[in-house]
């Protein structure tokens, strides 16, 4: 489907328009596209760009979210005007790079973008529905995942990086919240508000980022290229996975970034060797020493159990050879890259220069050289040419050569060559499956990753070939003009600032080989996603003893060889050692405890000690079963209102009904009573979403139900929602108890927590304040320099517009709370802070930090919302507790999260 133009012209924003100059009165409630007009359902995430809502299309039942960027940053009366026209200039370039990157990328694991549209007061990006929940959830039920399930995710990952950086992208924002899991149980990465392109021997400087993900040299200001900050954000990631925390972290922000630039992991003992060792791998400080995606890719861990590297998916290229084609330099446009003319005088000097000239030699030379394949992959009886391209330069790099992905991009003239060639390619790539779109019924459209493509473990074993290298050089700077420090976003998560991204020459080395393409898992089996899989292991209340009753019983969907043996202990250790090091032993001092470091522990008793073994383990199983047992009980059920619910149904909803908008349920319960016999749960489960759904004009079931509602005018029907698969990622915790005891569980809990709630249907919205004592916030002393690089923190807050990336005056800098958790940064060699101010307080840097002025939101990182649904488990008569972020620091939540189901017990 054709993308909207968002760099060629504005849609007006019409009747919704309003008079102010930034900011409409209401937003629109559908979004005219060239493919047709979508309806804005209901709020399905939020970030700090803006909301994410579910859309469909007018004339159709296709889902898909909808990423709402306000344009324009919310001016907080402390901003010039100036400051503010630089912040909008930028979050617009950032937006719309956002937009012309990911219209372009075309990979099984990464959210493809369906639309995109620019009015005068919003960017709406229509992307790809991904409903099968967050990777963060489905930590959060799993504490941690097995080795074997960690890789499968982890070579998802590996294949999505490898891709973006084999087409000069960078996402540079990979954490555990950007990783979505969909309908088949695959990843997919969301979210490239931050990425950009880079060159081969340019540098980055944009600093920017989630703290807890970010690669040391970020903190320390210094320019990059741009992969091995992807390797590092991987690392944890996949440490997250494994372990279900994070490597790094302190209650002090000046602590935490002393760990991570000192890199020294802790390693729980249960981790395997080949895992400790790729991760080691990963988290190495010095980016030089760094393993490249090429190491990662093919490193025993990730290859255990399967043929090979994961594919990257890649389609096949060949060099570039004038005359190129002048549709495709029409449509390299939202990249800054000058007009269609300059893009062809720019691409076609790069295609005649010497550097490029010897590359495709190069790569001639090694295409018609046959080499012999290796043992393993003869018996795959792959083609020469794989094994001879794998066999060179591949393994020349992985084994021998320079480790970081920054000496080995820019040598292949298929990939990663330069930006402007693999923006060419991209785009030519686009036109091409855009053809294949417009042709009659066979098309595959090119959003539809899940159907178009075969996912890892189901592709065929012949592999995709791809370009080996040529040991040439790419001398050819890119710049990324246009991006100044500012672009805020309208929630304090930093982004970037400096004279962005214009790289600088350096001298490199070779880019790494082509990785084998479709492979099939041996081990592992095709797996048809986390979501299908349910374990049969259940056991009844009676059986419970004392001991599965002191750990919160999961309901969890596993793969049949899911461990259900003890869970082992894997706190974080506040060692003295650390203490000493850190040399901030104020700064943990107090009763706050670290906020997450066991947060994914198993559950501790009221005594401290930990239990060991998960208790009940049961599978929630949908389909025939719930059918034949849920049939009379839907009828009296509330449609879902969460997300997940919601999500179950995006690719099932059929076209949208007239009529629909008015009272919800009562007719639809009625009606899905009336068929439950004959229809299946999921087309029953459909017309209630849609019923639902047409009711949802503008904001979510939970803002409208955020007005407040006690228990008591709830009827029973309202206490507590049905959890069907989307449980499996969230419910963490089941009971037999009554739905009443259970919400005066949650309700006592949440008032020994402070936690503040009201009453919803069907559960609990909650907020959670914490108080800080600020006369404890630390705030060492600032070098001359302070104003040069910065540093800003904070959490996602909803429903506000924050501008971190600006560079005017140096001012006030925001308090850092010491609970602030998401940590996202920014950090510029060029910029000063006009991040809007909202408590104010004083200012912190890390020690050492000599140029470097650490920022943070303290309200907006530490308010935390979220709520508590109260779901039926089908068939065993149990009831479950789910979690749903709405606003805050994801480790804030998790914690959260973490420390009621600890105190519910039940
Ligand atoms: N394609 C999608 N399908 C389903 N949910 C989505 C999708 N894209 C985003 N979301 C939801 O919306 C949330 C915010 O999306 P996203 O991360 O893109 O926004 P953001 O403003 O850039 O966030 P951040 O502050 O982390 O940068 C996600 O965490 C996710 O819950």
């Known amino acids: 489907?054709?993308?909207?133009?968002?760099?060629?012209?504005?849609?007006?924003?019409?009747?919704?328009?309003?008079?102010?100059?930034?900011?409409?009165?209401?937003?629109?409630?559908?979004?005219?596209?060239?493919?047709?007009?979508?309806?804005?359902?209901?709020?399905?995430?939020?970030?700090?760009?803006?909301?994410?809502?579910?859309?469909?299309?007018?004339?159709?039942?296709?889902?898909?979210?909808?990423?709402?960027?306000?344009?324009?940053?919310?001016?907080?009366?402390?901003?010039?005007?100036?400051?503010?026209?630089?912040?909008?200039?930028?979050?617009?370039?950032?937006?719309?790079?956002?937009?012309?990157?990911?219209?372009?990328?075309?990979?099984?694991?990464?959210?493809?973008?369906?639309?995109?549209?620019?009015?005068?007061y919003h960017w709406y990006m229509l992307f790809e529905y991904v409903n099968g929940g967050q990777m963060l959830d489905y930590i959060i039920s799993h504490g941690k995942l097995k080795e074997k399930q960690a890789r499968k995710f982890s070579r998802q990952i590996a294949s999505a990086l490898d891709y973006c950086h084999r087409n000069s992208i960078v996402h540079r924002d990979l954490k555990i919240?950007?990783?979505?899991?969909?309908?088949?149980?695959?990843?997919?990465?969301?979210?490239?508000?931050?990425?950009?392109?880079?060159?081969?021997?340019?540098?980055?400087?944009?600093?920017?980022?989630?703290?807890?993900?970010?690669?040391?040299?970020?903190?320390?200001?210094?320019?990059?290229?741009?992969?091995?900050?992807?390797?590092?954000?991987?690392?944890?990631?996949?440490?997250?996975?494994?372990?279900?925390?994070?490597?790094?972290?302190?209650?002090?922000?000046?602590?935490?970034?002393?760990?991570?630039?000192?890199?020294?992991?802790?390693?729980?003992?249960?981790?395997?060797?080949?895992?400790?060792?790729?991760?080691?791998?990963?988290?190495?400080?010095?980016?030089?020493?760094?393993?490249?995606?090429?190491?990662?890719?093919?490193?025993?861990?990730?290859?255990?159990?399967?043929?090979?590297?994961p594919d990257n998916f890649l389609p096949p290229r060949e060099p570039l050879v004038a005359p190129l084609d002048p549709e495709v330099f029409q449509a390299m446009h939202g990249f800054n890259f000058g007009s269609p003319e300059s893009i062809q005088a720019q691409i076609l000097k790069t295609i005649e220069s010497d550097e490029y000239q010897r590359a495709v030699r190069m790569y001639q030379r090694e295409k018609d050289t046959p080499q012999p394949p290796k043992e393993g992959e003869k018996k795959r009886g792959f083609g020469l040419d794989f094994y001879k391209r794998r066999n060179s330069q591949h393994s020349r790099d992985t084994l021998t050569g320079p480790s970081t992905e920054a000496l080995q991009l820019g040598n292949d003239p298929l990939n990663a060559f330069s930006p402007l060639l693999s923006i060419?390619?991209?785009?030519?790539?686009?036109?091409?499956?855009?053809?294949?779109?417009?042709?009659?019924?066979?098309?595959?459209?090119?959003?539809?990753?899940e159907t178009e493509r075969p996912r890892e473990k189901e592709t065929a074993p012949m592999p995709e070939l791809a370009a080996p290298r040529a040991a040439v050089t790419n001398s050819a700077a890119y710049e990324m003009p246009g991006e100044k420090p500012t672009g805020g976003r309208s929630r304090p998560r930093a982004r970037t600032h400096g004279e962005d991204d214009a790289p600088e020459t350096i001298k490199g080395g070779h880019l790494a080989p082509p990785e084998p393409k479709p492979e099939k898992e041996k081990k592992e089996g095709t797996v048809p996603g986390l979501l299908r899989r349910f374990s049969t292991r259940k056991r009844r209340e009676p059986e419970r003893t004392e001991r599965d009753r002191s750990h919160p019983p999961v309901v969890q969907v596993h793969s049949p060889s899911h461990e259900l043996g003890p869970r082992k202990s894997y706190s974080i250790r506040r060692s003295r050692r650390d203490q000493d090091e850190d040399g901030e032993p104020s700064a943990r001092s107090g009763s706050s405890q670290p906020q997450h470091r066991e947060l994914l522990s198993p559950p501790v008793s009221a005594g401290g000690a930990r239990r060991s073994g998960l208790g009940r383990s049961t599978s929630v199983?949908?389909?025939?079963?719930?059918?034949?047992?849920?049939?009379?009980?839907?009828?009296?059920?509330?449609?879902?209102?969460?997300?997940?619910?919601?999500?179950?149904?995006?690719?099932?909803?059929g076209p949208p009904r007239p009529g629909h908008g008015h009272s919800r349920s009562v007719t639809m319960r009625a009606k899905s009573l009336g068929?439950?016999?004959?229809?299946?749960?999921?087309?029953?489960?459909?017309?209630?979403?849609?019923?639902?759904?047409?009711?949802?004009?503008?904001?979510?079931?939970?803002?409208?139900?955020q007005s407040g509602r006690s228990s008591e005018k709830l009827d029973d029907s309202e206490l507590a929602k049905p959890v069907f698969l989307k449980g499996l990622f969230s419910v963490s915790t089941t009971s037999g108890k009554s739905v009443p005891a259970i919400r005066a569980d949650i309700r006592r809990v949440l008032k020994q927590l402070n936690v503040d709630y009201t009453e919803i249907k069907g559960g609990f919205t909650c907020r959670h304040a914490p108080s800080i004592d600020l006369n404890k916030v630390q705030d060492p002393p600032m070098s001359p320099s302070a104003n040069r690089r910065r540093f800003s923190f904070g959490g996602l807050r909803r429903g506000e517009d924050d501008s971190r990336e600006s560079d005017g005056p140096p001012k006030t800098p925001r308090t850092p709370g010491r609970s602030d958790r998401d940590r996202s940064y920014s950090n510029s060699e060029t910029s000063v802070d006009s991040i809007p101010r909202r408590n104010n307080g004083p200012s912190r840097r890390a020690p050492g930090e000599t140029s470097t002025q650490v920022q943070s939101d303290l309200g907006g990182s530490m308010v935390l919302e979220f709520e508590i649904f109260i779901v039926k488990v089908p068939l065993l008569t149990l009831h479950g507790v789910q979690f749903k972020r709405l606003t805050g620091n994801t480790w804030q939540y998790k914690s959260m999260a973490d420390q009621i189901l600890r105190e519910l017990r039940l």
Not at 223 to 245: H, M, N, Q, R
Not at 433 to 447: F, K, L, M, N, Q
Not at 680 to 703: G, H, K, M, W, Y
């Open 1 to 120: 489907m054709p993308t909207a133009d968002p760099s060629r012209g504005v849609v007006p924003d019409g009747a919704h328009s309003s008079s102010s100059a930034t900011k409409p009165s209401r937003s629109r409630t559908t979004i005219p596209t060239p493919s047709g007009k979508w309806i804005l359902g209901k709020t399905i995430g939020a970030g700090s760009m803006g909301k994410v809502k579910l859309a469909r299309k007018e004339d159709g039942g296709e889902q898909v979210a909808c990423k709402i960027i306000p344009r324009g940053s919310t001016d907080d009366g402390h901003q010039s005007r100036a400051d503010r026209e630089r912040a909008d200039h930028s979050k617009e370039v950032r937006t719309q790079r956002e937009a012309a990157i990911v219209s372009l990328l075309n990979h099984p694991y990464i959210c493809g973008l369906r639309d995109s549209v620019r009015t005068n």
């Open 675 to 705: 068929h439950a016999r004959r229809e299946s749960i999921q087309q029953r489960r459909q017309r209630r979403e849609e019923a639902r759904e047409a009711n949802v004009p503008e904001e979510t079931d939970l803002e409208n139900e």
């Open 177 to 309: 919240e950007n990783i979505l899991i969909s309908k088949n149980g695959d990843i997919k990465i969301i979210d490239f508000g931050l990425s950009n392109l880079f060159a081969p021997r340019g540098h980055l400087k944009t600093f920017c980022g989630s703290l807890y993900f970010a690669a040391p040299e970020l903190l320390q200001a210094r320019a990059y290229t741009g992969p091995e900050v992807d390797v590092w954000s991987f690392g944890i990631v996949l440490y997250v996975l494994v372990c279900g925390k994070v490597p790094f972290d302190d209650q002090s922000m000046p602590a935490l970034h002393a760990k991570i630039k000192k890199g020294v992991v802790d390693y729980p003992n249960w981790l395997s060797s080949e895992c400790k060792h790729l991760i080691s791998r990963m988290l190495v400080t010095d980016p030089k020493q760094r393993a490249s995606m090429q190491e990662v890719m093919t490193h025993p861990w990730m290859v255990k159990g399967f043929n090979g590297p």
């Open 424 to 449: 060419y390619y991209l785009v030519k790539e686009k036109q091409d499956r855009e053809r294949v779109d417009t042709a009659p019924p066979t098309a595959a459209r090119d959003h539809d990753h």
């Open 621 to 653: 199983n949908s389909g025939a079963d719930v059918r034949r047992n849920q049939s009379s009980r839907l009828a009296k059920d509330p449609p879902p209102t969460s997300g997940s619910e919601q999500s179950m149904n995006a690719e099932q909803q």
